[in-house]
């Protein structure tokens, strides 16, 4: 089964505004948890990640949640902007270096 | 300069064909990735390698093989192409665990089956 579950699957949020994208994993192992942009007939791109030594990064408009006791992390943005419309994708590493990644949610961030 | 780079990017095979998929990183990462991204599924995690002459089973492998010649080079090989492996597969790489663990995709490469 599907070890990182993304909810959510469409989002649309009005220019300006916050949103926040959640994620749900199930292995305790997982050491490492990122979110991943990818636009339509691109490759994904990191957005931003963290250990789980550290309960929340911030980088600009971006910040990801870490509850480890929750087993969930969320990414969270600010000032949406026409440019965040996007797939993002949420992942998390547990040991032997696998990357797995969730369904991954549609944002589109409307004027 | 693009570090991930994949061949072909389309392909169209016929059913029960032999299908390889190239993809050279220049990042000098050590582990390499396969992946294939499907509407409804996200990213799955086909095969992977540590290094050369190494590959291990991600979690969707039957139906494919892989092979690691170099430290530069992964491929993926289907024997026997089937329609429901139509799809874009993505190939990764990846700095050793315990570094960070960002990895840098390729363009991707279009499979059609028919």
């Known amino acids: 089964g599907q070890q990182v579950k993304q909810s959510s699957p469409s989002l649309t949020v009005q220019e300006g505004g916050i949103l926040i994208l959640n994620c749900d994993y199930e292995?305790?192992?997982?050491?490492?948890f990122a979110w991943y942009k990818k636009y339509p007939d691109n490759s994904p791109t990191l957005l931003i990640s963290?250990?789980?030594?550290?309960d929340k990064r911030e980088d600009g408009r971006f910040t990801v949640f870490l509850n480890k006791s929750g087993k969930h992390f969320s990414l969270h943005i600010t000032a949406s902007q026409p440019e965040d419309t996007a797939v993002y994708l949420c992942a998390a590493r547990g040991t032997g270096s696998k990357l797995s990644f969730g369904k991954g949610a549609k944002l589109t961030v409307s004027p | 300069e693009a570090a991930v780079t994949q061949s072909p990017r389309n392909k169209v095979a016929v059913t029960g064909g032999k299908v390889t998929l190239s993809c050279n990183q220049t990042n000098n990462h050590n582990n390499m990735y396969w992946y294939r991204q499907d509407t409804g599924h996200g990213l799955r995690l086909i095969h992977y390698s540590y290094g050369a002459g190494s590959t291990e089973k991600g979690d969707i492998p039957d139906g494919y093989k892989a092979s690691r010649p170099s430290q530069e080079n992964f491929s993926l090989i289907l024997e026997l192409a089937t329609p429901s492996q139509t799809s874009v597969y993505f190939c990764?790489?990846?700095?050793?665990?315990?570094?960070?663990?960002?990895?840098?995709f390729g363009e991707g490469s279009k499979l059609t089956v028919l």
């Open positions: 292995n305790d192992m997982f050491d490492y």
């Open positions: 963290v250990r789980s030594n550290v």
């Open positions: 990764a790489s990846g700095a050793r665990q315990g570094a960070t663990g960002q990895l840098y």
